[in-house]
């Protein structure tokens, strides 16, 4: 996949740290927006609104920069043959994202677990894998079964859980308006198909350890 960030970036185990932008690609979307604005009665020489279309622009680059990113090689970059078979549960992943069908953001929380079959890997991969695939355009079921098969093609495991819980703002803003509501969705392979694994993974991650 190409690249879209300078070769200078800072990388670490095939993880970007994203703080500087393609210029061309942020002089292209800021006049699409620098037009929009126009369209929606709005003024974008006014001093509120001169910078907006690049503000926007950048803050877009941003939040869906995870396709520049390879989730299998962030995991790949940090795994250790370890005989550990336990299960290994990473819960209360923060999740942001932007919903493709009105890009709209979405957030909430992710919790996974995977049951190791010879290698174990480092624990803060598990949350940028999330990050990843959140920070693309998005719809949660999607998000949900590509943080599993990346996982589990990955590693190998026994079996890889994911649970999201996120609150869309296309439905509070917009829509039916339903501020309280969230959105639950779900994900097995292997051990955790099977009802006794899952419920001990599900009591897990709603334990406190307070």
């Known amino acids: 996949m190409e690249n879209n960030f300078p070769l200078n970036e800072e990388e670490i185990d095939g993880y ?3 703080d500087r932008y393609n210029p061309e690609k942020i002089a292209r979307i800021a006049g699409h927006y620098a037009e929009i604005l126009e369209l929606l009665g709005e003024d974008p020489s006014r001093a509120g609104l001169v910078k907006t279309p690049e503000r926007v622009a950048k803050a877009l680059q941003f939040l869906t920069h995870g396709y520049d990113l390879d989730a299998a090689t962030v995991l790949r970059g940090a795994m250790f043959e370890e005989e550990y078979s336990q299960m290994v549960v990473v819960k209360d992943i923060e999740v942001y994202s932007m919903c493709e069908h009105h ?14 079959n010879g290698h ?14 959140a920070r693309r355009l998005q719809v949660q079921e999607r ?3 590509e943080i599993r098969d990346c996982i589990h ?4 495991p026994v079996g890889v859980a994911v649970v999201i819980e996120c609150k869309h703002l296309c439905m509070c ?6 501020q309280n509501s969230v959105t639950t969705t779900s994900a097995f392979t292997g051990e955790f198909v099977h009802e006794r694994t899952r419920h001990e993974f599900l009591r897990l991650i ?4 307070d």
């Open 16 to 18: 970007v740290k994203i």
């Open 103 to 116: 890009m709209l953001p979405f957030f909430g929380k992710a919790h996974v677990a995977y049951i190791p």
């Open 120 to 133: 174990i890997v480092g624990l803060s991969k598990i949350p940028r894998v999330v990050d990843i695939f």
């Open 143 to 145: 998000l949900t079964n």
């Open 153 to 156: 093609e990955t590693l190998q």
């Open 173 to 178: 803003m917009r829509g039916v308006q339903k």
């Open 206 to 209: 709603t334990a406190s350890l």
